[in-house]
């Protein structure tokens, strides 16, 4: 009889059957969690698609939330659409065999950033990446960003041969010119490189060699910064984007550059020689960038 048998006996048949109903209920939770699971899964995948579609549909038509600095627009613009501006922005990937691993993976992440900020732009400028090599192709296939539908120009020449030699410009910061304007007419180039300041002068040089004609971002011009003033790809091209809509130098340093690290407008102690590429290094913005990137 059942109440003969000893108590812990009688009390390890009530926990097992308190286990099997605890089991039960946690196999029941798991189901139900899978189910709801695969539901937001499918019902992201149809907002993507919805927004998809409605960026093209709205190529050329009136800009949701325009300008840069707000919070990015919902709707995306293509480079072939009418508000596309002929400026030609080239992202230089000749670097690939340069770079650490984790450098690459952190260029690419920069790179993420510009195409988004491009896709979202009021007036996307014609982008490219030239120098497309396996490395950098073979990291993009890794990271799942869809690239090879992304609204780009993907060139594995040199940017030599993708535009005429008098139309290139290449940025950057050793540059001893000075950018004052932007001229639609020319392609600039941006240096695809995170080398933690250890290849100073690197792009110059090679832009020098090959009779490239060069120049730097009017950054003393303007701001004073607690760092050198080697930006990052993305700020590069953030602020060549802000100067294409606002023709404010100032306004598009203050609006790109983190407030750290700006000291001022152009006055105060020339500060700590810092490095400016830190700052995408250090995690901001990025967890967003590859979501934003494969949209
Ligand atoms: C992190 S930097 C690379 C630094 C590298 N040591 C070099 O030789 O340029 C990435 C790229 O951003 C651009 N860049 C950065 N700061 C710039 C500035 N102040 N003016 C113009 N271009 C700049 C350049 O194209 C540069 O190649």
Redesign the pocket.
């Known amino acids: 009889m059942e109440g003969d048998r000893p108590n812990s006996e009688n009390e390890q048949l009530v926990m097992s059957k308190k286990q099997r109903k605890r089991l039960e209920k946690h196999k029941l939770f798991l189901e139900r969690r899978k189910i709801k699971r695969q539901e937001k899964r499918e019902r992201k995948k149809e907002e993507k698609r919805n927004l998809q579609q409605e960026g093209d549909a709205e190529e050329g038509s009136q800009k949701v939330n325009p300008g840069l600095s707000g919070p990015f627009p919902k709707k995306f613009k293509s480079m072939n659409s009418e508000d596309a501006s002929s400026l030609r922005v080239a992202i230089d990937l000749s670097f690939e065999d340069l770079m650490s691993e984790r450098d690459l993976q952190k260029l690419l992440k920069q790179v993420q950033r510009v195409y988004s900020v491009n896709r979202r732009a009021q007036h996307p400028v014609q982008l490219y990446l030239t120098s497309f090599g396996d490395k950098v192709k073979s990291k993009l296939d890794e990271i799942k960003c869809n690239y090879q539908h992304w609204d780009i120009y993907i060139k594995t020449e040199l940017y030599s041969q993708v535009f005429a030699a008098e139309e290139i410009v290449?940025?950057?910061?050793?540059?001893s010119n000075v950018l004052k304007e932007i001229d639609q007419s020319k392609a600039y180039?941006?240096?695809g490189?995170?080398?933690h300041?250890h290849?100073?002068?690197?792009?110059?040089q090679l832009a020098v060699e090959r009779g490239i004609a060069h120049?730097?971002?009017p950054?003393t011009e303007f701001v004073q910064l607690n760092s050198r003033?080697?930006?990052?790809?993305n700020h590069?091209f953030e602020i060549l984007m802000h100067f294409t809509e606002s023709k404010d130098w100032k306004d598009a340093f203050y609006k790109v550059l983190p407030a750290r690290k700006v000291v001022s407008e152009k006055k105060g102690d020339k500060g700590k020689e810092g490095n400016t590429?830190d700052v995408i290094e250090a995690g901001e913005e990025l967890d967003e960038i590859q979501q934003e990137a494969s949209q």
Not at 170 to 175: G, I, K, M, P, V
Not at 229 to 233: E, G
């Open positions: 290449y940025l950057t910061s050793d540059s180039i941006i240096g490189l995170v080398d300041n290849r100073k002068g690197l792009c110059y120049a730097q971002l950054i003033r080697v930006l990052t790809v590069v590429e």
